[in-house]
């Protein structure tokens, strides 16, 4: 974050860069910086002359610098930006030599999404030195939570902890997804609100109480009716509630209990930062590591590869995922 800012106070302070290289997993950031740099370099009237959008299935390196030296008229600059870029991986170390000596009245915007170019070779290096090469890594689930949080809180909202891992639950870790679902969510309520599972529920369309955040929470303190209707509800949801995607987050949540187990300190500051999970889930940890020993747990892990083979059609091929899932519960919590 503190990267993306120094990246808009040079262009605020008029100090842009001839080239942006921006690469990596993450698109958000790329699609952000790009266009932060398409509507605030040039103004309305210079745009017409001087601004380009490009994309890499339709052009070759030699067509952007042929634009790149492009003079930009009755305008200070001009702007090139060359989206999906990384359809030109193979190609793309030939624009090493336009990076050595870029026309310094362009600023070239290159969105190379979903990979990386090589840091070692000429191309990284020298926009390193003369331009930017930003990369916009994925983040890891457990940080997704305190992004969303980060983004309300510079919005003038703030985000139960519950609603925030709703959210990261349902849609994962695609930031512009998750984007898209709380500008919904700031339009419909008030400025200074705290989003809620019920917001959630209600303009979301997530269940605040049948969602695999409330099974794992129910299977953790073996409350086996709550996880049996969660179960029912699924079955008759299967398309809004996978059953891939819930073997997926037990499995990882067991594979972290299975590790706490394994930790001398279990104090909160150790356990959230070798578990890296936010320390408001720590008593959730805490009361099922209670509830399943360490060789339980290695059982249920071997259920729920089984389960998974299961939900692929290995040993089980006429078995509904409904019934797969009630059967997994009840090898779990008995």
């Given at each position: 974050?503190?990267?993306?800012?120094?990246?808009v106070?040079?262009?605020?302070?008029?100090?842009?860069?001839?080239?942006?290289f921006?690469m990596?997993?993450?698109a958000y950031?790329?699609?952000?910086?790009?266009?932060?740099?398409?509507?605030?370099?040039?103004t309305?009237?210079e745009?017409?002359?001087?601004?380009?959008?490009?994309?890499?299935r339709?052009v070759?390196?030699?067509?952007?610098?042929s634009n790149?030296?492009?003079?930009?008229?009755m305008a200070?600059k001009?702007?090139?930006?060359?989206?999906?870029?990384?359809?030109?991986?193979?190609?793309?170390?030939?624009?090493?030599?336009?990076?050595?000596?870029?026309?310094?009245?362009?600023?070239?915007v290159?969105?190379?999404?979903?990979?990386?170019?090589?840091?070692?070779?000429?191309l990284?290096k020298?926009?390193a030195?003369?331009?930017?090469?930003?990369?916009?890594?994925?983040?890891?689930?457990?940080?997704?939570?305190e992004?969303i949080?980060?983004?309300?809180?510079?919005?003038?909202?703030?985000?139960?902890?519950?609603?925030?891992?709703m959210?990261v639950?349902?849609?994962?870790?695609d930031l512009?997804?998750?984007?898209?679902?709380?500008?919904?969510?700031?339009?419909i309520?008030d400025?200074?609100?705290?989003i809620?599972?019920?917001?959630?529920?209600?303009?979301?369309?997530?269940?605040?109480d049948f969602?695999?955040?409330?099974?794992?929470?129910?299977i953790?303190?073996?409350e086996l009716?709550?996880?049996?209707?969660?179960?029912?509800?699924?079955?008759?949801?299967?398309?809004s509630n996978p059953?891939?995607?819930?073997?997926?987050?037990?499995?990882?949540?067991?594979?972290q209990?299975?590790?706490?187990?394994?930790?001398?300190d279990?104090?909160?500051i150790?356990?959230?930062?070798?578990?890296k999970?936010n320390p408001?889930?720590?008593?959730?940890?805490?009361?099922?590591?209670?509830?399943y020993?360490?060789?339980?747990?290695?059982?249920?892990?071997?259920?729920?590869?089984?389960?998974?083979?299961k939900?692929?059609?290995?040993?089980a091929?006429?078995l509904?995922?409904?019934?797969?899932?009630?059967?997994?519960?009840f090898?779990i919590?008995?």
């Amino acid at each position: 974050m503190n990267r993306i800012k120094q990246i808009v106070d040079e262009i605020k302070s008029n100090n842009a860069k001839p080239i942006y290289f921006l690469m990596g997993e993450e698109a958000y950031y790329i699609d952000k910086i790009a266009d932060y740099i398409e509507n605030n370099i040039l103004t309305e009237e210079e745009k017409g002359f001087n601004q380009m959008i490009l994309y890499g299935r339709d052009v070759t390196i030699e067509d952007i610098v042929s634009n790149a030296k492009r003079y930009p008229m009755m305008a200070e600059k001009q702007v090139v930006i060359v989206k999906e870029a990384q359809d030109l991986s193979r190609q793309i170390e030939k624009l090493a030599d336009y990076a050595e000596n870029p026309q310094p009245t362009t600023v070239l915007v290159m969105c190379y999404k979903y990979k990386t170019i090589d840091k070692r070779k000429k191309l990284a290096k020298t926009v390193a030195q003369v331009g930017c090469l930003f990369e916009s890594k994925k983040l890891y689930e457990n940080q997704v939570s305190e992004w969303i949080s980060g983004v309300l809180k510079g919005k003038g909202y703030q985000i139960e902890t519950k609603a925030a891992h709703m959210l990261v639950e349902f849609l994962g870790t695609d930031l512009s997804k998750i984007d898209n679902e709380l500008s919904k969510l700031t339009l419909i309520l008030d400025k200074g609100s705290t989003i809620s599972p019920v917001h959630i529920e209600e303009n979301i369309g997530i269940s605040k109480d049948f969602n695999n955040f409330e099974l794992r929470k129910a299977i953790g303190d073996r409350e086996l009716v709550k996880a049996n209707q969660i179960a029912q509800y699924f079955a008759q949801n299967p398309k809004s509630n996978p059953l891939v995607m819930t073997i997926s987050l037990l499995n990882g949540f067991f594979t972290q209990l299975l590790l706490y187990h394994g930790l001398k300190d279990k104090g909160k500051i150790n356990v959230g930062k070798m578990l890296k999970i936010n320390p408001y889930f720590i008593p959730e940890y805490q009361r099922a590591a209670k509830n399943y020993p360490m060789r339980k747990v290695a059982q249920v892990i071997s259920g729920l590869r089984e389960a998974d083979l299961k939900s692929k059609g290995v040993g089980a091929s006429n078995l509904a995922h409904g019934d797969i899932l009630k059967e997994l519960l009840f090898k779990i919590m008995h």
